[in-house]
Every structure is written in C-alpha cells, then in structure tokens.
C-alpha cells in the first residue's frame, strides 16, 4: 500500500506565509486532499483537487502538486489556522484503498 | 441538514465485538462511496475502509481485515462498521465520511472527504 510523508511539525510567525508537504507515489495518480483539525473536533475539509477550497474556507489556504509532492500553503497565516493538517490520497495500487499523511501540527507564533 | 452520526461506540473487552452505525441525513445517500476513519488517541488519522453506492465493492486496510467488515442499507440510509476480535489498537474514535469522485482538469484523480460525522469512540480494554 502506499505510503504518505509529512513533516510532523511547522511553525510560522504570525501573518507570514508556510507551506506544508506531503510526498508519496500515489500522488503521481491522485490529487491530494487536505484536512484541518483542531483538538476535539472532526476533521474539516480545506483544499481539494488540483486547488480547490470548499464554501467558508478563506482565500489565504491554497494547494499545489509537483511530481509525488502536495504542498498545502498558508499565505498570511492567522492564529486560528493553529492545528493539525492531515494530507489524504487514494492508494495507487489499483484497489479502493485510501492513505493518510502523518499530520503536521502547525505552531503560530 | 446534511450530516453523518455516528453511534455504537463503547468500551469492550480485547476480542469483543462492536457493531458501529453511521446515519446519513440530507442527501442522497445512495448516491455515494462512503468511509470509515479511525484515529487513535494523540496520533493521526487512519483510513479503515469504503465501500461502493450499492455495496457490491468495498475495501479496508490490511491491519482490520477479517476482523472488521464494512456494509451500508441504502434503504435506511446508514453504513455500518462490524467489529470483530477487537484489540487494544482499535482503540479510536471513529469517523464515517462521505467519498467523492470529483472533477479534475489534468490526468491527475480528484478523490476526497466532503463530509464528516462527529465520530464515536471505541474503548478496547479490559
């Protein structure tokens, strides 16, 4: 099956701008998807495709693919962006399996 | 309101059984892949297993099969998790999710989550 890499942790001051990586073969095959959540919440859906953002998703969340890497990027980061992202794939293996990245826990400063 | 509930959650004993149920309100539920998600407490999200509009493909990690089986009644509008021979790494909270087949311009496959329950926390203990 395949397999998702994330950097386990991100900081970024306040207002300035990060980005979040995802690598993996699957993303030779299938867009990544990006998921926020916040402690004691379910996750929330805020990038998709080749860079989509859902209704109430604020313009400064963007996303990107080059090659076997997403990138999710935050321009202008606020301080309620503080929480865990989560990159997600279809396994590329043929079945109708899914892989999730690690997480990023993203710090603002 | 469109939404997913997740119910049946619960502490069990270590090979015990659970049986989880999603309800799907507001939408046409037959009309979509749906997924089970876990996430063990303080770690990350795990994909556990989909299953197709009319049941007849479905699909689940390799650390849960044979023990847990993903079914869905269209006509009730839910899907189910049963949980069988359950072990202390089962423990989790529980997400079903609504899978989408989107759109995309490039050669690339657009597929992802547009929907979530609230989850259900499974406690696997003695």
């Known amino acids: 099956s395949s397999e998702l890499t994330q950097d386990p942790a991100v900081s970024v001051a306040l207002g300035q701008t990060v980005r979040i990586a995802c690598q993996g073969d699957s993303l030779r095959n299938y867009y990544a998807s990006w998921y926020q959540q916040k402690p004691g919440q379910a996750p929330v859906r805020v990038i998709y495709g080749e860079n989509n953002r859902p209704s109430g998703i604020p313009d400064r969340f963007s996303g990107s693919t080059s090659g076997n890497t997403a990138s999710l990027t935050i321009t202008g980061a606020q301080a309620e962006d503080e929480a865990d992202y989560y990159c997600?794939?279809?396994?590329?293996?043929?079945?109708?399996?899914?892989?999730f990245g690690g997480g990023t826990q993203l710090t603002i400063l | 309101e469109v939404q997913l509930v997740e119910s049946g959650g619960g502490l069990v004993q270590p090979g015990g059984s659970l049986r989880l149920s999603c309800a799907a309100s507001g939408f046409t539920f037959s009309a979509y892949w749906m997924t089970w998600v876990r996430q063990a407490p303080g770690k990350g999200l795990e994909w556990v297993a989909n299953?197709?509009?009319?049941?007849?493909?479905?699909d689940s990690v390799d650390s849960v099969k044979g023990r847990f089986t993903i079914s869905r009644d269209n006509a009730k509008n839910s899907l189910y998790l049963q949980m069988n021979t359950l072990r202390a790494e089962d423990t989790a909270i529980y997400y079903c999710?609504?899978?989408?087949?989107?759109?995309?311009?490039?050669?690339?496959?657009?597929?992802?989550?547009?929907?979530w329950g609230r989850g259900t926390l499974v406690t696997v203990s003695s």
């Open positions: 999710a609504r899978w989408v087949h989107g759109y995309s311009y490039s050669e690339l496959e657009n597929w992802y989550f547009d929907l």
């Open positions: 997600y794939s279809r396994d590329s293996s043929g079945n109708h399996q899914g892989v």
């Open positions: 299953i197709k509009q009319d049941g007849s493909e479905k």
